[in-house]
C-alpha cells in the first residue's frame, strides 16, 4: 500500500455529511481533500471549500464535474441522493477507485447497479458508517437467532431530524436485516413497513417498522424484542454526525489496497462473519 495520503473526493459537498466531511479529511491522519463536488447549479459551486465547511479558506474551489474530479483521486466519500449514487459508481468502476457510499433510500435497481460498478471499483457501502450501531446490528442478529419467534415480536423504531427524506432509515434497515438475518428469514416479505387503520392483530414472524421525524435529532435506533410479559430493547443515539464521516474516512483508508468488490462496515471494522 502506498504510504502517500489517499486523495479523496467529497461529493454532495454542501450537504450536511458533506461539510461534515470536508472537516473531517481536513483533520485525519492519512487523507488528503483532493476535491470537492456539489449539484450542478448549486450556489456553492465555485466557491471554496474549506469556506463552506467552516475551516477557513483550503484552496480547493468546489466544482460541478465528478468526472474531472476523479480522474486523479484514490476514492470518493458519497453522501447524496440515490440517483446521484448511481452515477457516481459507474464514473468509481471506470476510474477504478475507492467508491464509500453513505447514501440511504437505494432501490433493489439502484443496488444492482452499485453491484455492477463493483466489477471493477471498490465500493464500501453501508446504511450506517459508525461503529456502535453495526456492533449493534451483530448483537441483534444474535438475539433475533436465539429467540423463538412465536414468543418474540421484532420491532424497530427511528427518529431523524425533520429534513430527512428517505424513511425507513438505512440504519433501520440494517438493524431488521440483521434481525432477518438471525431469524433466518427474507426481510423484504416479512417487514411491515408502516401501519394504518385497522390492521388486524400482527402477524406472528414479521419485523414492524416504526418512523419519528423531528427537529434536529441526529439518529435514533431501537431494537424491541417483545414477549410475553417482558421486552428487551437494544438502543442507539447518535449525537454528532462526525461518527459517520470518520468511519467513511477508515472505510476509505481499509478499501485503498482491496481488490475490487462490495463490501459493507462490518468487513471494515471486522465484525463480519463472512
Ligand atoms: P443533504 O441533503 O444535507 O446533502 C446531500 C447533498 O448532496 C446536497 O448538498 C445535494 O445538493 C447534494 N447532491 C445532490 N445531487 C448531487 C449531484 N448530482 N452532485 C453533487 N452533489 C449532489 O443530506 P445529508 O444529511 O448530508 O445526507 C445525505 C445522505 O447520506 C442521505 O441519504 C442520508 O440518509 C445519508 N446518511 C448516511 C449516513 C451513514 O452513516 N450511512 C449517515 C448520515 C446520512
Avoid at 477557513?56 to 453522501?79: E, K, Q, R
Avoid at 457516481?88 to 432501490?107: D, E, K, M, P, Y
Avoid at 464500501?124 to 415480536?153: F, Q, T, Y
Avoid at 411491515?192 to 439518529?219: C, K, M, N, Q, Y
Wanted: glycine share 12%; proline share 3%; net charge neutral.
Amino acid at each position: 500500500m502506498s504510504d502517500a495520503a489517499m486523495k479523496l473526493v467529497v461529493v454532495g459537498a454542501a450537504g450536511r455529511m458533506g461539510q461534515t466531511l470536508i472537516r473531517l479529511v481536513d483533520s485525519m491522519d492519512g487523507v488528503t481533500l483532493h476535491a470537492a463536488v456539489a449539484r450542478p447549479g448549486s450556489p456553492f459551486v465555485g466557491k471554496d471549500a474549506g469556506e463552506i465547511a467552516g475551516l477557513g479558506t483550503n484552496g480547493i474551489t468546489v466544482g460541478d464535474d465528478p468526472l474531472a474530479a476523479f480522474l486523479h483521486a484514490d476514492g470518493v466519500l458519497d453522501f447524496t441522493t440515490p440517483a446521484t449514487t448511481n452515477e457516481f459508481a459507474a464514473l468509481a468502476g471506470q476510474a477504478r477507485i475507492v467508491h464509500v457510499i453513505g447514501t440511504t433510500g437505494c432501490s433493489a435497481e439502484d443496488n444492482a447497479k452499485i453491484t455492477a460498478a463493483a466489477r471493477h471499483a471498490r465500493v464500501v457501502k453501508s446504511g450506517n458508517m459508525g461503529l456502535g450501531v453495526n456492533l449493534l446490528s451483530v448483537l441483534v442478529e444474535r438475539a433475533a437467532r436465539a429467540l423463538d419467534p412465536a414468543d418474540w415480536d421484532i420491532e424497530v423504531l427511528e427518529m431523524h431530524h425533520k429534513r430527512k427524506v428517505d424513511a425507513p432509515s438505512g440504519t433501520a434497515l440494517l438493524l431488521g436485516e440483521a434481525a432477518a438475518k438471525g431469524r433466518g428469514i427474507d426481510l423484504v416479505s416479512k417487514s411491515v413497513r408502516s401501519r394504518d387503520g385497522h390492521t388486524g392483530p400482527r402477524e406472528e414472524g414479521t419485523i414492524g417498522f416504526a418512523t419519528l421525524r423531528g427537529g434536529s435529532v441526529v439518529g435514533e435506533h431501537s431494537v424491541i424484542f417483545a414477549g410475553e410479559g417482558e421486552t428487551v430493547t437494544m438502543s442507539h443515539s447518535a449525537t454528532d454526525r462526525s461518527i459517520f464521516g470518520r468511519g467513511a474516512v477508515k472505510a476509505a483508508l481499509w478499501a485503498r489496497d482491496k481488490k475490487p468488490g462490495l463490501y459493507s462496515m462490518l468487513d471494515v471494522l471486522g465484525l463480519s462473519s463472512r
